[in-house]
């Protein structure tokens, strides 16, 4: 909380050393970080592509996202104070179930040369499909109880604690967003009607069948739309929002505007508002067929209306919180 000396607010503290991180979490992330040099150096010697990119590619990425998103939740159930018993073991359960998957992962790309999503070709491929999607259930269920938690809880001030709710429930959206990508494609249905089968159920590509040219490193499409965009990005909110929170606090220390938890909670507030409507916006770009990289005109207007209200809304709080920070001097000085 922000206390007051005279009329000016005291620099606001950074969150005080937290607890223990919670262990299955962190030995999940240093043996993703393991994996990754493994998967780096897979990458320069396995000359094999599966869908046109490097073998290694999906399960790197796969990798880097998971241990981005174990460490984060790792330290965000130390912030805990309220029920950790429950928080433990849903971070287990959330560790387990990644641990799961980038076993599916690894084992059905690399070391089976299958593609990994969508396919229902053989008896195991359909066995290792559903596994992980009831294993990303699993993971999803547990973090929504840890959002649940952590919504009651009081860790750190005012503006960190809506930016782990917001992070929570933006990257419990982002997680659902995948959903998307099982939608049968127009082909997919024709060959059901057909025949009664189809050995490839849905893509995260629109307009344009998966495995066309990609963007360097991510593979998004250059073609057509691609669902991965706002899935990744949802799923990541999980570390830019907290980060914009103990960003604010550094500032803090330099810029007396944002001392108060006010302006800086507003802050938060307006950067997950920004941060969800480009998530939609990117997804309503792909369900439109249409790439990235090559936005149209509808889409470069509903981005520039997000960025311009994006900025009145900033503009509108740092203006008010300098007022406010003026007058508290004027009337310091006059006292």
């Not at 990425?61 to 981005?68: D, L, P, R």
């Not at 290792?128 to 649940?148: K, Q």
């Not at 939608?183 to 893509?203: C, V």
């Not at 800086?264 to 969800?276: D, E, P």
Request: aromatic residues 6%; positive net charge.
């Amino acid at each position: 909380m922000t206390t007051m000396t005279g009329i000016h607010p005291v620099v606001p503290a950074l969150p005080g050393r937290p607890r223990r991180l919670h262990r299955p979490l962190m030995i999940v992330t240093i043996a993703l970080t393991v994996l990754a040099l493994v998967g780096i150096a897979g990458a320069l010697i396995d000359d094999r592509q599966l869908l046109g990119h490097p073998i290694w590619m999906k399960p790197l990425k796969f990798t880097i996202s998971f241990a981005a998103y174990c460490a984060t939740l790792a330290w965000l159930l130390s912030l805990q104070t309220k029920a950790r018993r429950l928080g433990w073991w849903m971070g287990t359960v959330v560790a387990a179930g990644i641990a799961a998957e980038m076993v599916l992962i690894v084992g059905q790309v690399v070391v089976r040369g299958r593609q990994l999503h969508f396919n229902q070709s053989t008896p195991a491929d359909e066995m290792i499909h559903n596994i992980m999607a009831l294993t990303i259930y699993i993971v999803w269920t547990a973090v929504l109880v840890i959002a649940i938690q952590l919504l009651f809880d009081k860790p750190g001030d005012k503006a960190l604690r809506w930016s782990i709710r917001l992070a929570l429930g933006t990257t419990l959206g982002g997680m659902l967003l995948g959903n998307l990508m099982f939608r049968p494609s127009p082909a997919q249905e024709q060959a059901i009607e057909a025949t009664g089968r189809q050995d490839f159920l849905g893509g995260h590509s629109v307009g344009v069948e998966d495995g066309g040219a990609g963007m360097p490193i991510t593979g998004w499409s250059t073609e057509g739309g691609d669902l991965r965009i706002g899935h990744f990005l949802g799923i990541h909110a999980l570390q830019l929002i907290p980060l914009v929170a103990l960003g604010l606090l550094l500032l803090a220390r330099r810029f007396p505007v944002l001392r108060p938890e006010g302006p800086r909670t507003a802050l938060v507030g307006i950067t997950a508002a920004a941060y969800g409507g480009l998530i939609w916006l990117v997804t309503w770009q792909a369900d439109r067929g249409e790439s990235l990289v090559h936005p149209g005109r509808t889409t470069l207007f509903a981005a520039g209306l997000l960025l311009t209200a994006t900025i009145v809304a900033l503009l509108a709080v740092l203006g008010r919180a300098r007022r406010t920070t003026l007058a508290s001097a004027g009337i310091s000085s006059r006292s």
